[in-house]
């Protein structure tokens, strides 16, 4: 008996991408042909069903935060993020990214009259001065090299107002494979770069066993609050912060 081709599977996908990128529209084959560094995980053919999940479940998360709120979704990617934090009850959410092509599919598949999308630097919004009550930063502080960190988290504490919310996420897993991402600062160095504008109320881990819940069953799937054994065998953590008084 022959053995088993083992690249025939991989073969396989790769060629029925391409089959499906012929017939997808301009914004679909962007996605497709940018599916290594951006993700819109209601497109199943380009992920797992897992990873799919871990990315829903970081922003079901923060939509928890979003009744009421004008929200930032800060690095929002191809928008399906700032999509859900709509679904959360959010009053009005502006998507921004620095990708001129990820906020081109946002607009395309997501925006609404009360979720819009723009291109922009972190560090500089376009947003005036505490006008904000929750701003969500996830999956970008990989993204981020960390002496650029300290400027973002400066103008987040800007345009926030004084009883406004930050979430962030950050990777504490084996660094990814994804060529654009840098090495991701520990969850220590951001609470470091985050203490001079911001004090962390919460912290929670994101686990691979996505029965894992906190809260009695409260937190979306595979998210718990934050202990010492969580911590060893967590993906992510999300940081829930509250802006310092600040004079200067």
């Given at each position: 008996?022959?053995k088993?081709?083992?690249?025939?599977?991989?073969?396989w996908?790769?060629?029925?991408?391409?089959?499906?990128?012929?017939?997808?529209?301009?914004?679909?084959q962007?996605?497709?042909a940018?599916?290594a560094?951006?993700?819109?995980?209601?497109?199943?053919?380009?992920?797992g069903?897992?990873e799919r999940?871990?990315?829903l479940?970081?922003?079901r998360?923060?939509?928890c935060?979003?009744?009421?709120?004008?929200?930032l979704d800060?690095?929002?990617?191809?928008?399906?993020?700032?999509?859900?934090?709509r679904?959360g009850?959010?009053?009005?959410?502006?998507?921004?990214?620095?990708?001129?092509?990820?906020?081109?599919?946002?607009k395309?598949?997501?925006?609404?009259?009360?979720?819009?999308f723009?291109?922009?630097?972190?560090?500089?919004l376009?947003?005036?001065?505490?006008?904000?009550?929750?701003?969500?930063?996830?999956?970008?502080?990989?993204?981020?090299?960390?002496?650029?960190?300290?400027d973002?988290?400066?103008?987040f504490?800007?345009?926030?107002?004084?009883?406004?919310r930050?979430l962030?996420?950050?990777?504490?897993?084996?660094p990814?494979a994804?060529?654009?991402?840098s090495?991701?600062?520990?969850?220590?160095?951001v609470?470091?770069?985050?203490?001079?504008?911001?004090?962390?109320?919460?912290?929670?881990?994101?686990?691979?066993?996505?029965?894992?819940?906190?809260?009695?069953?409260?937190?979306?799937?595979?998210l718990?609050?934050?202990?010492?054994?969580?911590?060893?065998?967590a993906?992510?953590?999300?940081?829930v912060?509250?802006?310092?008084?600040?004079?200067?």
């Open positions: 008996m022959s088993p081709e083992v690249g025939r599977p991989l073969r996908l790769k060629a029925r991408v391409r089959a499906l990128a012929g017939r997808l529209t301009p914004a679909r962007w996605l497709v940018n599916r560094q951006r993700i819109d995980p209601w497109v199943s053919v380009l992920r069903r897992q999940e871990a990315h479940n970081r922003y998360f923060a939509a935060h979003a009744l009421g709120t004008t929200a800060v690095a929002c990617g191809t928008g399906y993020g700032s999509a859900l934090l679904d009850g959010a009053a009005f959410v502006l998507g921004i990214d620095l990708c001129p092509q990820a906020v081109a599919y946002a395309r598949k997501y925006a609404v009259p009360s979720v819009c723009t291109a922009a630097d972190a560090s500089r376009p947003v005036p001065s505490e006008t904000v009550d929750l701003i969500v930063f996830m999956e970008a502080i990989e993204h981020v090299g960390p002496e650029d960190l300290q973002v988290f400066v103008e504490g800007r345009v926030l107002k004084p009883d406004g930050l962030v996420s950050t990777s504490v897993s084996v990814s994804n060529p654009g991402h090495i991701g600062p520990s969850v220590g160095n609470m470091a770069l985050l203490a001079p504008r911001f004090r962390a109320i919460a912290t929670y881990d994101q686990v691979a066993d996505d029965r894992a819940q906190g809260h009695n069953g409260l937190l979306p799937a595979g718990c609050v934050s202990t010492p054994e969580s911590q060893t065998c993906k992510a953590c999300l940081i912060a509250e802006p310092r008084a600040w004079t200067g």
